[in-house]
């Protein structure tokens, strides 16, 4: 079994580190300065295709494959952790959804936009109350009117909102029916009944935001039923599946952010004519700091690989979001060790990390609930009151919607 990466790997991973070099560091304090949404960055990153790498060629994708997004999610939130919000909205649960779930004129109509960034795309899931379960307590209700699906509710915690041009987002079209009275649809922001109010959040900067959507008598056509009524928590769930690939590697990239940062500032804090990074225990911080990030960062590759081969990789994924998140929270706390005061000082980055460490760490699935996943998962439960958990796993996410009908 080989585990290094490929010369192309490498190639890639490379032109990303200059990208971030030329067109990330000398940008990226400027939006959050001036609490700017950083579309022109998102729009160059776009035209390399960072956000079209596991697409079709014909679609306006860079075909690069699901292991070098890893790679390059990685580089992206090393360099500025807001910045990796792109991957999920640009590259994976709204873009990708439509990929898997649309119809040719869907996918024309808005797959090549999202991708190059020449529109931002936003996940509209989550509701006030919701929490783990997003959709047994859904709430925001589709009435089919004619010709049109006329939307009522509300949503929260919905990245890009409030800058958003197009979404995938889920109603029930049944409200007796549970699970399977929930439908997906494309929504576009710019018709009448759509609100986006952003939460505020000043420990994560400003760049880029999560948001409250408000939705008043808001009318879609019905062409913009995505898939089948009724197959929405099917979409969801293959949506989130593959979400956690990006905010694993993600996760990583914070990690190693952090690890980046303590080993410089080890080597210039000087404490009783010693540098920091000579004494015992600082030295055992990096140490677990290090291995662990190495080890996430396997997980993370593994799920890319998988899919690159055309499996589901639905129980790596979960492994690799649950590993990285814990990873990621332990690391930021060991490099506040290390900082001591100066972790939380403006002039150092160590508390940015921290803080999206946290965040991250309950997205796509917090720890908790991946624990019970993976836990049902090893040990075959079977309990009917579980079916909407068992449900994550039993899907298969592979790239043809046809496999997870």
Not at 177 to 203: L, W
Request: net charge neutral; proline share 3%.
């Amino acid at each position: 079994m080989n585990f290094e990466l490929s010369e192309e790997n490498i190639q890639v991973r490379e032109m990303i580190r200059g990208f971030i070099k030329k067109e990330v560091l000398p940008n990226v304090n400027y939006y959050e300065e001036n609490r700017l949404f950083p579309k022109e960055i998102f729009k160059n990153m776009g035209k390399i295709g960072i956000f079209g790498a596991c697409f079709p060629e014909k679609f306006g994708g860079s075909e690069m494959g699901f292991l070098n997004l890893t790679i390059i999610a990685e580089e992206i939130s090393k360099a500025h952790p807001s910045l990796g919000y792109a991957f999920n909205m640009q590259a994976m649960t709204c873009p990708f959804t439509i990929l898997n779930w649309g119809t040719d004129e869907q996918i024309n109509k808005y797959v090549p936009d999202l991708i190059k960034a020449n529109k931002i795309g936003m996940f509209a899931l989550t509701e006030s109350g919701g929490g783990s379960d997003p959709a047994g307590s859904m709430k925001t209700t589709a009435r089919l009117v004619g010709d049109e699906y006329v939307l009522s509710g509300s949503k929260t915690w919905i990245t890009f909102a409030n800058e958003a041009d197009v979404g995938v987002l889920f109603a029930k079209t049944d409200l007796n029916a549970g699970h399977h009275g929930i439908s997906a649809f494309i929504v576009e922001t710019n018709r009448p009944g759509f609100t986006a109010k952003p939460i505020e959040i000043s420990s994560l900067g400003y760049m880029t935001r999560s948001c409250e959507v408000f939705l008043e008598d808001y009318r879609i056509p019905k062409e913009n039923l995505l898939g089948k009524e009724g197959e929405g928590f099917k979409i969801a769930m293959n949506a989130l599946d593959y979400g956690r690939l990006t905010v694993a590697s993600r996760l990583v990239g914070i990690a190693q952010g952090c690890i980046d940062e303590s080993l410089k500032y080890c080597n210039e804090r000087v404490v009783s004519g010693k540098s920091i990074g000579e004494y015992q225990m600082i030295q055992h911080l990096i140490a677990d700091m290090v291995v662990d990030t190495d080890a996430a960062r396997l997980l993370s590759y593994r799920s890319g690989y998988l899919k690159d081969k055309g499996e589901a990789a639905t129980r790596q994924s979960s492994y690799a979001k649950y590993f990285a998140s814990e990873v990621a929270v332990k690391v930021t706390r060991s490099a506040l060790e290390i900082f001591g005061g100066n972790g939380i000082s403006d002039e150092y980055p160590i508390m940015k990390y921290v803080n999206y460490a946290n965040m991250l760490h309950f997205g796509e699935g917090s720890a908790n609930i991946q624990r019970i996943l993976i836990a049902n998962d090893a040990l075959g439960v079977k309990n009917a009151n579980r079916h909407h958990i068992k449900r994550r796993f039993s899907l298969n996410s592979d790239i043809s919607k046809e496999a997870v009908k």
